[in-house]
């Protein structure tokens, strides 16, 4: 008989989701209230966008990629979105040009990246410059969004109330939706498998005849449009677009993949993850935030170990799976 | 994978039936509070003077987090003392838009809101009980005043501005120039972005000073302190003497910026009063026990410049 | 000839760039390029020398290259222009001769300058605060050589700084040890503590690196993360100023007529170039950039050669950390530093070191530094919005790695040829 095995490759996802789990029991016993279903619908209302925008680094994670440009993004979709709406453009409109101009600019960064080979960190650093500058040009203070009857349509009627005080939000439902598609996307469809399987060798991937070139800027394409969609969440959420905002927001999106068990060369990992990479991020910080004594500093510090740590697990599976693949 | 997905559907809904079987301490008035971030000594010393009450007041029981100068986080500290119950909330806004949607929240929970430092753009004004602090436009304000009876009628100005977009840097440009808007030989000649910090406003200061008006230069207005102490450093450097060649006001009134204008390196500070926890925590009690308060409470500034700053002045600054 | 010209090819592009820039500022900005000899005011001469802060002389002599090339003279000088108008002739006399090595760190730091004369203009800026940069560029240079990256340097720098600011403000209070020493020489623990912190950071990532094989990019995430973090705990989320003369001339004082800064980038980057040019050591690192598998089978620690680089990257990096708070006097936790990591990877590129490792430039690099630098403070100089300098800053870095990048030459040669040929058979 068959013993059964539990999957190396779900090692890494498993572990997130434990971490998760620990960190909330951790909150739920040293902290009044922490265990009400509010805090973890919060995780979501305040982490939707980023969430967003981690699926579309994930992916291009997974093509062994990487996106620099997402913050910027965000930043400079929720101002475009903010001033054109406060010169009096109907706010569909701005939302759909703030798209377009964000899967136009992924499409580009892809495209300088595969034709002529220039390395993707590099790409999307300058693009991440580039876009925040132009935030900038289009408003150097913030702006918001007052009376637009799109927005106060999407506050009042497409937010669904569990209870006193508990929404759930259009944005996490939107969230929810580009993750579930996002995950069909990758796990079920001829491209989605395309993308693993540059990650996981580029060049054999050539050979099998995958059309690389186009998958991937197709998915620095996805990258983009999901910063651009993760900047009209972060638009919705906040009534305002500021070009300051989500400074460095990358690093935590690619902090938020390696926890949710992608490994950075690409390949392998689960779109799926970035979820659980997401929430854990944010429950350590509402746990920092909760106890209201210790530095929050401590955040990125904490941040940055768990980082260590996920690192390290994946390196001991990766040498662990070889080995196996060996000895057959 | 279908199996996976019931185990955490499963885990889930066991934590979510853990919840909300704690009890806290109710004598005590539970305060949130969330800092903008650590970015310069007059930030430091308002945190310090609020953890400093705090601790002071056995009535109070103060949860504090520090944002590093990014909304989302403060959006985040406010949700989250929501959710924890707290009875008062005070933050100090990282930028004025964006804050409607948590304080319609807060007040949906019936927990009170009290600004400190900066104001916050919202359409009902109900949303938030208090302001207390600073008015940057008035320090602006103050500032151009001081030139206009120190400097008289013809001045060429050099303008450090602050972050590029933030309150107190667009405030404190449109106080200034209201006040010199009448007075055309007063003239902002150069006008760049120091970032509030050091580095930048010493590296704008050499640029400025290598520019072909520089020897026109008579006045050097900073948004702060940081940038113009950066400044000085910088006009030192190109053998001009800051203080008499350029006339150097800058706002906040930290403790090395008296110490420049005690060395005669600096002119004017004008304050911006950090030190509010006394102030913050008297209103808090009050909104408590169910008083009226006033909407906006200025905090107690002042001009300094060399007329009324001394030796136990600088000594007797706590930041 | 063909040699040379191949060992300075790399070096075309961003110089033509560098070139058309400065032509831009030349044509443009106005007092660009004036630069001006400035005197050693007098005063702070005498201070500087004698070490007493009290009565200036002045219009009196400042140090001359004949007194200071004999150290014992100058000292003695010193003590004579000091005596002379201080009137505390013993005192200043034992404080100049005690003090005599320590000549040039002497107060302040502002404008101290062993010749007594130093250049002052708007290139001479462009050289002192790129330092920074150049700096970092010399240690990331190596680390891409590598096939590596180091995205922690700017942590780095936040965490040299918080420890030297933190330090030396204990030795001014007196409650470290070494304060005996007297505050011209103490200045030597901080820097110290600094550069072997800074090294101890490297030595983490090259462990992470080299010694667990983890992606360099992800491996030094952590301390960027982190980092940050760690400088704000150590200085308790303070500014820390400090006015210790030794510590301030590092990025404040002059010699040789330029400022010290760019005297410790020129040290740095001869011992690089030396390093690297005269020792198997630069061969190994571009080899196992190449390919490392294919090296150790050579023979060669590749393992060893990826983590001294990342030693030389922290190293380096806590050059600069110290640099940028020497340069205003203060430890500044949350802004120093900030996003220079970014600036040394352009830098690096800009340089024509490639990402993929393999070939390194350290010149370019440091040619690459200057170019942004520049951009900067022709923004300044033209009251562009800091904010939106990132904008012509991201083209030109697009455009010359484009240029450097042999595909684009290829599809861009490939398109002229074909038009050669058209125009040919018409």
């Keep these: 008989m068959k013993k059964f095995k539990f999957p190396m490759r779900y090692v890494p996802i498993s572990a997130t989701i434990l971490v998760f789990f620990v960190v909330y029991l951790i909150g739920i016993i040293s902290f009044d209230n922490f265990g009400s279903p509010k805090v973890f619908l919060d995780l979501f209302i305040d982490n939707a966008y980023l969430g967003i925008a981690v699926i579309g680094t994930a992916l291009v994670i997974l093509t062994g990629g990487i996106d620099l ?65 132009c935030g900038f040009i289009v408003s150097e203070k913030s702006i918001p969004i007052k009376n637009d009857r799109v927005f106060d349509f999407i506050q009042n009627n497409l937010t669904v109330t569990l209870g006193k005080g508990l929404h759930l939000r259009f944005i996490v439902i939107l969230y929810i939706v580009v993750l579930v598609i996002a995950i069909v996307f990758s796990q079920r469809t001829r491209a989605g498998r395309s993308i693993y399987a540059i990650g996981d060798n580029e060049l054999a991937a050539t050979l099998m005849g995958i059309p690389v070139g186009r998958t991937k800027i197709l998915t620095y394409t996805i990258a983009g449009f999901c910063s651009a969609l993760a900047g009209v969440v972060y638009a919705i959420y906040l009534k305002a677009g500021n070009p300051l905002n989500c400074v460095g927001l990358e690093m935590d999106a690619i902090a938020a993949v390696v926890i949710g068990g992608t490994l950075l060369t690409g390949g392998v990992g689960y779109v799926f993850g970035s979820l659980f990479g997401v929430l854990v991020l944010g429950l350590i910080q509402t746990l920092i935030i909760f106890d209201g004594r210790i530095n929050s500093w401590w955040t990125r510090i904490i941040v940055g170990l768990l980082v260590l740590a996920f690192i390290f697990m994946q390196n001991l599976i990766t040498k662990i799976s070889k080995s196996k693949s060996k000895s057959h | 994978m279908n199996k996976f997905a019931t185990v955490i559907m499963a885990a889930a809904a066991a934590t979510l039936l853990v919840a909300g079987c704690s009890k806290s301490d109710s004598s005590k008035i539970k305060v949130g509070f969330s800092q903008v971030g650590a970015e310069s000594d007059w930030r430091k010393a308002s945190t310090e003077s609020i953890k400093g009450e ?234 408590h026990a169910g008083e009226t308060v006033p909407s906006y409470i200025p905090s107690q500034e002042g001009v300094y410049d060399t007329k009324n700053i001394t030796k136990e002045v600088v000594d007797g600054r706590m930041y | 000839m063909n040699k040379t010209s191949n060992k300075f090819r790399h070096l075309v592009w961003p110089l033509v760039s560098l070139a058309l820039l400065l032509l831009f500022n030349a044509l443009f900005t106005k007092n660009f390029f004036k630069i001006e000899i400035k005197k050693q005011d007098s005063a702070q001469a005498v201070q500087a020398l004698s070490g007493t802060a009290e009565s200036p002389r002045p219009g009196t002599s400042w140090i001359t290259p004949e007194n200071y090339e004999a150290a014992g003279d100058s000292a003695e000088a010193a003590a004579n222009a000091a005596s002379e108008n201080a009137g505390a002739a013993a005192n200043a006399a034992s404080d100049a001769a005690g003090q005599q090595q320590a000549v040039p760190e002497k107060k302040d730091g502002n404008g101290v300058s062993i010749f007594g004369y130093y250049l002052y203009g708007t290139p001479i800026d462009i050289l002192n605060q790129g330092s920074k940069v150049m700096v970092l560029a010399i240690g990331m240079t190596l680390v891409i050589a590598t096939g590596g990256i180091d995205i922690s340097v700017g942590a780095v720098m936040a965490i040299a700084g918080a420890i030297a600011a933190l330090l030396i403000s204990m030795l001014d209070a007196g409650n470290c040890p070494g304060a005996s020493m007297g505050p011209a020489f103490y200045w030597i623990i901080p820097v110290a503590a600094a550069l072997v912190l800074s090294s101890i950071a490297g030595f983490w990532n090259g462990m992470l690196v080299a010694g667990f094989g983890i992606q360099p990019m992800v491996a030094t995430l952590v301390l960027m993360v982190a980092g940050r973090g760690v400088a704000q705990l150590i200085t308790d989320g303070q500014i820390i100023t400090f006015d210790n003369p030794g510590l301030v001339f590092l990025c404040n004082g002059h010699a040789l007529f330029l400022p010290f800064s760019v005297w410790i980038v020129v040290t740095m980057y001869v011992i690089a170039g030396l390093l690297t040019r005269k020792t198997a050591f630069g061969l190994f690192i571009e080899s196992v950039g190449n390919n490392e598998r294919a090296s150790r089978y050579a023979g060669i620690e590749a393992r060893r050669i990826k983590w001294l680089t990342y030693v030389i990257c922290g190293f380096c990096a806590g050059v600069a950390g110290l640099l940028a708070a020497s340069n205003i006097k203060c430890a500044d936790s949350n802004n120093a530093g900030l996003n220079l990591e970014l600036d040394a990877i352009l830098a690096t590129v800009i340089g024509g070191t490639s990402m993929a490792g393999g070939r390194f430039f350290l010149s370019g690099s440091l040619v690459g530094a200057i170019l942004i630098q520049t951009l900067t403070t022709t923004m300044y100089m033209k009251n562009v919005s800091p904010a939106i300098v990132q904008v012509p800053k991201a083209m030109v870095v697009i455009i010359v790695c484009l240029l450097q990048s042999p595909v684009f030459r290829a599809k861009v040669l490939s398109v002229f040829a074909s038009k050669a040929a058209k125009g040919g058979v018409q």
């Excluded at chain 2, 948590?102 to 949906?108: D, G, H, P, R």
């Excluded at chain 2, 509030?196 to 290598?210: C, D, I, P, Q």
Aim: charged share 25%; net charge negative.
């Design chain 1, 69 to 133: 440009s997402v913050g910027s993004i965000i930043a400079f979709t929720s101002i475009l979105i903010a001033k054109m709406i406060e010169s009096g453009c109907n706010a569909l409109w701005a939302i759909a040009l703030a798209l377009v101009i964000g899967i136009l600019f992924g499409m580009l960064q892809g495209w300088l990246i595969h034709c002529f080979s220039l390395p993707p960190f590099l790409v999307t650093l300058a693009g991440m410059f580039f876009i925040r500058g």
């Design chain 2, 54 to 287: 705090a601790a002071k007041r056995p009535n109070i029981e103060l949860t504090f987090s520090d944002a590093q100068q990014k909304q989302e986080n403060q959006i985040k500290a406010i949700r989250n003392f929501i959710t924890k119950g707290v009875d008062v909330i005070s933050f100090s806004p990282v930028v004025a838009t964006g804050f409607e949607d948590v304080l319609k929240e807060a007040k949906e929970a019936g927990i009170p809101v009290v600004l400190f430092d900066r104001a916050v753009d919202v359409s009902e004004p109900d949303l938030y009980k208090s302001l207390i602090g600073s008015d940057f436009v008035e320090e602006g304000r103050r500032a151009g005043r001081w030139v206009l009876d120190n400097v008289g009628e013809n001045a060429n100005v050099a303008e450090l501005v602050g972050t590029v977009g933030s309150a107190p840097a667009i405030d404190r440009k449109k106080g200034f120039e209201e006040i010199i808007k009448d007075h055309p030989g007063i003239k902002i000649i150069k006008s760049q972005s120091g970032d509030f910090t050091r580095a930048k406003g010493k590296e704008v200061m050499e640029s400025f000073l290598k520019s072909p008006e520089a020897d026109q230069i008579n006045v050097l207005f900073a948004h702060n302190d940081d940038m113009a102490l950066g400044a000085i450093q910088a006009i030192e450097e190109a053998g001009k003497k800051p203080g008499k060649d350029i006339i150097i006001i800058s706002i906040d009134g930290v403790k090395s910026m008296f110490q420049a204008i005690l060395d005669g390196k600096a002119n004017c500070t004008v304050e911006c009063n950090p030190l509010i926890g006394a102030q913050l925590f008297d209103v808090i009690e009050k909104i």
